[in-house]
């Protein structure tokens, strides 16, 4: 049986772990990742820009990224917008391209990253669970408005425990990839 307030929390579960992934692909992980500088804004003729769309990014190596500008004038902003990020990385500017050497992540800092990203995931599982709560109240409203019997909102408590259960799962595969990823890097 499918109800809507099923289907609401399946929706706003899986956006609570695509936000998720989202801010654990911002994350630095020792390895070149050109999701890093998606939060980059370039002053670009007045504006501020997105760095992606007024150069391209490659990985050259695992550690590199190389980013090409399309318009060579703008690689003295593209370096400036890079400095003053929050990302800790220092551009490497020849005249033609800029590389962004991502250094080797001690075992401290790793340790640091994987908290990080073990908070980032607390933060997922707390949203899903909100929209559990609130799937529940939704079926106890139904109940009330006598629009389903109490039979019907038990069996559809527990298909909405069963989606929560799937969708914490699921964040924390997200994460357990992650912190692999950070602990191998």
Do not use: C, F, W
């Not at 049986?1 to 992934?21: F, G, P």
């Not at 640091?112 to 980032?120: D, L, R």
């Amino acid at each position: 049986m499918t109800n809507k307030a099923i289907s609401k929390a399946k929706e706003n579960m899986t956006k609570s772990i695509d936000v998720l992934k989202r801010e654990l692909s911002n994350i630095r992980a020792g390895k070149a990742n050109a999701s890093i500088l998606n939060n980059v804004k370039v002053v670009y003729y007045g504006s501020e820009v997105p760095l992606n769309q007024v150069a391209s990014i490659n990985i050259p190596e695992a550690r590199v990224l190389l980013i090409t500008p399309y318009d060579k004038s703008s690689l003295d902003d593209i370096e400036h917008a890079i400095n003053s990020s929050d990302l800790g990385l220092n551009p490497a500017n020849d005249g033609n391209v800029i590389r962004l050497v991502i250094p080797q992540l001690t075992g401290e800092r790793r340790k640091e990253i994987a908290k990080q990203v073990g908070k980032e995931a607390e933060g997922g599982r707390i949203a899903v669970r909100n929209v559990r709560r609130e799937a529940m109240d939704d079926l106890k409203k139904q109940l009330k408005a006598n629009d389903i019997t109490e039979d019907e909102q038990r069996k559809l408590e527990k298909d909405v425990q069963k989606v929560t259960d799937d969708a914490i799962a699921s964040i924390d595969q997200v994460a357990a990839d992650k912190e692999k990823e950070i602990t191998e890097g």
